[in-house]
Structure formats: C-alpha cells, structure tokens
C-alpha cells in the first residue's frame, strides 16, 4: 500500500467561501486541495485491505530467499560427500587382458618390477636374437588397506564435520534472514504509523487553517494570521511526503527481502500494550543460548578443524595393505628359452599364477613433515577457538544493551500516554482559547507542535520495544516462538 492511501477523501470547508479565485492566497489554497483529492483517489479500497502479518509474510520470505536454497543444495552436496568419502575404504580390485608382440632380446639381471608381476629377467639364450615373439596374460588383482592406524575412519569423519557445519551455516542464515525481516518490518510499521500522524497533523492544520480564514474576512484577526497558517499547512503537507516517501522506500526493501509485492499495510496491534507485555515476556534474561545459531557456526567449524587436523596426522603413519592377484599367461618362449615361430603360436592361456602379499610401508621423512602440518592445524585451530570468542563477545554486548535499553524504554512507555494525552488537551484548550480571542497563533502552533512530538515520541518508543523485545527474545532462543506469537 502506497502512501497515496493515506489522504484524505475530502475537506470539511469551501475553499470558495474563504478564498476568492482571484486571490493569491485562493490559488494556492486550490492548489493544496487538488492535490490532495487526487491522490486520495482509491484510497478507502487500500485503506480496508486486511493487514500483512508477520509470520506469513516471513514464511513467504523463507520460501522466497535465494541464498537459503544455496545452502539447502550445499547441504545436499555434503551429505552425498559423505557416501563418497565411506567408498574410500573399499579394495581396489583390477582386471586387465594384455595381448603382446614384440621381440624377447633381454639379458638377465634383476630390476625393479613396474606392476604387480615379478619380473623375469631370463630371456632368449645363445646369441641375441630379433625374432617377434607373442604372448598373452589376463590378470585379476586386489588390494586393501587391512590396518591404516584410523586414517579412513578420521576421513569419514571430516566429511560428517563438512555436513554438520553446512547445516549449522543454514541454520544461520535462516536466522539471519527472519531477524532482517523482523527488523525491517517493525521499521515499516513505524514508518506506517509516522504517516498516519503526519496526515492527522496536515488535517489539524487544515482546520486551524479554515478557522483562522473565517476570523480573518469577518475582521477579528489580522491577515498575516492567515498567511502564516497557510505556510503551518503548506510545510504539514511537506512533511507529510516526505514520511510517505521514507514508508515507500521500507516497504520496497521489505517487498524485496521477502520477494513478494506488499498491497496491504502492517499490523498495528503489535505496538498494543498487551501485545508489548506478552512479548516483552519472552524475554528470560537467562544470556546468550548455547545452540544460538551464530554461536554454532563457530563451534561446529572449530570441532571441524580438530577433526580436519587428526586426519592429516594420521595420514602420514604407517600403512598395512594386503594385495593378491592371479593371472593366466601364453607366451612364444619356451621355458629354455627358444622362441617359437610367430605364425604357428596359438593364444591359449598356458600356464596361471598366483601371489599374495602383506606389506607394510612407512615413509621416515613424513615423520618430519607430521610434525610441520600439526605445527601449521595448531594456529588454525587457535583462530577457530578466538573467532568462537569473538563472536560471543558481539552477542553478549548487544545482549546487555539490548537489555538496558529494553529497561528504560518499558519505563518510558508508563510515561508517554499521560504526556500525549495532556499535550491533545493544550492543543484543543488553545485552540478554544484562539477561537474566543484570548491567545495568539503561536500559542497555537506551538501546542500542535508538542502535540505532534508526543504522538511521535509514542510511535517510535513502541516500535523501539517492540524491536528490542524482539532482540533480546532471539538472543534468549526464542526467535521461532516470537514470530509465532503472529501467527493469526
């Protein structure tokens, strides 16, 4: 709802009785009037529109947000990380069928092996010979990490972390995006109610304005009472723009946040004094919560970072693997060493094979680099525990002066209706006392003016306790049950 709902439908005096057309005075006068009956045009349907609660339109802001479904597929993706990572512990079995040609001009002599197959150094005998020789061999091999000292174990473990923080980051975020709506809502209705005031002002303004009109043709006030009350007017109307525009650009925020487009104004019975004392409730004064959502980003990426660093000391320890493999192989040279005619060698498997293996490796100079990697996860463990406190120190600051203040503003609010409702009684009482002649329109304006701080030092003082209500709620961990209360 644009401000344009807040004019007025109509004046209750005839510009024609107090301004001739002719008039200077009587072509500003109609000026103000058009514009105000313009854009008092649709107003009443607007007006009447029933009210955006809170937690509806923060519903459509959690379902609306981009950054929240970000981090629901980056959950997703850590949960599937961490099948992946259980998949790391499986054997790693091969098969492989290799057919060969080429020539067999070997000398003997040991080498190191390049596969899984031990070598055979011995070859053609006699004087080196070109012949192609051909062979085959299909092979089937295993191996597995029967003893890693946990290492697999710690990895599974680290990639738990990676979900755990992901939803801690949700969590947050989540948080983050019902405080910002919370905020910037109670923003738009202090704003919603700034106008309202401001529009009660323009309209005392008009009627002070025809009042001082009447004395002034009727000769029972002098007519720079009237120019000054034209210029009270004008500058009512001013400021009553100018708070339409500051309630546009909130509520354009809020349309933005919550991705949808406001038609309908705030709810205004949250400022209610019940509705502030069941709030003010929530309340427990019992400091920070321990699962705050903040917090716990904290907490889980520190836990994962001692996680993060007994994975990388555990994977420089030793490894015990157990391998196996078996194959079957034709070859062109004979056990002696001659070497069949190429063109007469047939491909059957001719003889099979079998190894197995316990090995044990250790790698000494990673004992070195060991201790530099923990050297290295301690620090960054350390700003993982100092960014906790960090944090935490943030919070609790806001928590005691969210408190204080929270305090002093409930005491405030036991002292602004007896204020507001004598300053409407000075203005009514000069205002009387105008109309009978016994005061100034000094007298006058400066009543409305105290009259219209009042009414404003009202609005904005609820809307500060709704706002700090609000906070120290969350901080306590009853942000959901906050925004339930609006649940209507």
């Given at each position: 709802m644009r401000m344009s709902?807040?004019?007025?439908?109509?004046?209750?005096?005839?510009?024609?009785?107090?301004?001739p057309m002719n008039s200077f005075l009587g072509y500003c006068w109609r000026w103000l009037l058009a514009g105000v009956v313009v854009s008092s045009m649709g107003a009443v349907a607007q007006a009447q529109t029933q009210a955006i609660n809170l937690y509806?339109?923060?519903?459509?802001?959690?379902?609306?947000?981009?950054?929240?479904?970000?981090?629901?597929?980056?959950?997703?993706?850590?949960k599937a990380h961490e099948i992946t990572t259980r998949s790391l512990a499986l054997p790693r079995l091969g098969i492989a069928d290799q057919p060969d040609w080429g020539t067999v001009n070997s000398l003997s002599g040991a080498y190191f092996p390049l596969g899984i197959?031990?070598?055979?150094?011995?070859?053609?005998s006699g004087s080196n010979k070109s012949i192609q020789s051909q062979g085959n061999i299909a092979i089937a091999n295993v191996a597995c990490d029967i003893y890693g000292f946990g290492y697999y174990k710690a990895l599974q473990n680290q990639a738990r972390m990676g979900t755990e923080i992901s939803n801690s980051l949700l969590s947050a975020d989540r948080y983050e995006l019902r405080q910002e709506v919370v905020l910037f809502y109670i923003d738009w209705l202090r704003k919603y109610r700034l106008l309202q005031i401001r529009l009660e002002?323009?309209?005392?303004?008009?009627?002070?304005?025809?009042?001082?009109?009447?004395?002034?043709?009727?000769?029972?006030?002098?007519?720079?009472d009237s120019s000054t009350a034209l210029a009270t007017y004008a500058g009512a109307r001013i400021s009553y723009m100018s708070a339409g525009n500051d309630y546009d650009l909130v509520m354009d925020q809020l349309a933005g946040i919550a991705g949808i487009t406001l038609g309908a104004g705030p709810d205004t019975t949250m400022t209610g004094k019940n509705t502030l004392v069941k709030l003010a409730a929530l309340a427990t004064f019992n400091g920070i919560a321990s699962n705050h959502p903040v917090l716990d980003v904290f907490v889980k990426k520190a836990e994962a970072q001692r996680v993060a660093n007994l994975a990388d000391e555990k994977r420089f320890l030793p490894k015990l693997q157990l391998s196996a493999a078996y194959w079957a192989r034709n070859t062109g040279v004979s056990p002696t060493g001659q070497i069949a005619d190429a063109g007469s060698?047939?491909?059957?498997?001719?003889?099979?094979?079998?190894l197995i293996g316990l090995t044990a490796a250790v790698n000494i100079t990673d004992l070195k680099l060991r201790q530099d990697h923990k050297r290295e996860n301690k620090f960054l463990a350390d700003a993982g525990d100092e960014a906790l406190k960090s944090a935490q120190l943030q919070l609790n600051t806001l928590y005691v002066q969210s408190q204080t203040s929270m305090q002093s503003t409930a005491r405030q609010l036991e002292e602004l209706p007896v204020l507001q409702h004598a300053a409407s009684m000075a203005f009514q009482q000069q205002l009387a006392l105008y109309r009978a002649g016994l005061n100034t329109l000094t007298d006058v304006t400066n009543a409305e003016y105290t009259l219209l701080q009042a009414e404003t030092n009202m609005v904005v003082t609820q809307t500060e306790m709704l706002k700090l209500a609000y906070l120290v709620a969350a901080l306590d961990g009853n942000q959901d049950?906050?925004?339930?209360?609006?649940?209507?």
């Amino acid at each position: 709802m644009r401000m344009s709902a807040f004019f007025p439908a109509k004046q209750k005096f005839s510009s024609n009785r107090y301004f001739p057309m002719n008039s200077f005075l009587g072509y500003c006068w109609r000026w103000l009037l058009a514009g105000v009956v313009v854009s008092s045009m649709g107003a009443v349907a607007q007006a009447q529109t029933q009210a955006i609660n809170l937690y509806s339109l923060m519903g459509q802001a959690e379902a609306n947000y981009p950054q929240l479904r970000q981090r629901q597929a980056e959950l997703a993706f850590f949960k599937a990380h961490e099948i992946t990572t259980r998949s790391l512990a499986l054997p790693r079995l091969g098969i492989a069928d290799q057919p060969d040609w080429g020539t067999v001009n070997s000398l003997s002599g040991a080498y190191f092996p390049l596969g899984i197959i031990p070598s055979v150094s011995g070859g053609s005998s006699g004087s080196n010979k070109s012949i192609q020789s051909q062979g085959n061999i299909a092979i089937a091999n295993v191996a597995c990490d029967i003893y890693g000292f946990g290492y697999y174990k710690a990895l599974q473990n680290q990639a738990r972390m990676g979900t755990e923080i992901s939803n801690s980051l949700l969590s947050a975020d989540r948080y983050e995006l019902r405080q910002e709506v919370v905020l910037f809502y109670i923003d738009w209705l202090r704003k919603y109610r700034l106008l309202q005031i401001r529009l009660e002002d323009m309209q005392r303004d008009s009627i002070v304005f025809s009042l001082i009109r009447a004395n002034v043709l009727s000769g029972l006030r002098p007519g720079a009472d009237s120019s000054t009350a034209l210029a009270t007017y004008a500058g009512a109307r001013i400021s009553y723009m100018s708070a339409g525009n500051d309630y546009d650009l909130v509520m354009d925020q809020l349309a933005g946040i919550a991705g949808i487009t406001l038609g309908a104004g705030p709810d205004t019975t949250m400022t209610g004094k019940n509705t502030l004392v069941k709030l003010a409730a929530l309340a427990t004064f019992n400091g920070i919560a321990s699962n705050h959502p903040v917090l716990d980003v904290f907490v889980k990426k520190a836990e994962a970072q001692r996680v993060a660093n007994l994975a990388d000391e555990k994977r420089f320890l030793p490894k015990l693997q157990l391998s196996a493999a078996y194959w079957a192989r034709n070859t062109g040279v004979s056990p002696t060493g001659q070497i069949a005619d190429a063109g007469s060698l047939s491909m059957p498997y001719s003889a099979t094979n079998y190894l197995i293996g316990l090995t044990a490796a250790v790698n000494i100079t990673d004992l070195k680099l060991r201790q530099d990697h923990k050297r290295e996860n301690k620090f960054l463990a350390d700003a993982g525990d100092e960014a906790l406190k960090s944090a935490q120190l943030q919070l609790n600051t806001l928590y005691v002066q969210s408190q204080t203040s929270m305090q002093s503003t409930a005491r405030q609010l036991e002292e602004l209706p007896v204020l507001q409702h004598a300053a409407s009684m000075a203005f009514q009482q000069q205002l009387a006392l105008y109309r009978a002649g016994l005061n100034t329109l000094t007298d006058v304006t400066n009543a409305e003016y105290t009259l219209l701080q009042a009414e404003t030092n009202m609005v904005v003082t609820q809307t500060e306790m709704l706002k700090l209500a609000y906070l120290v709620a969350a901080l306590d961990g009853n942000q959901d049950l906050f925004i339930e209360q609006f649940k209507h």
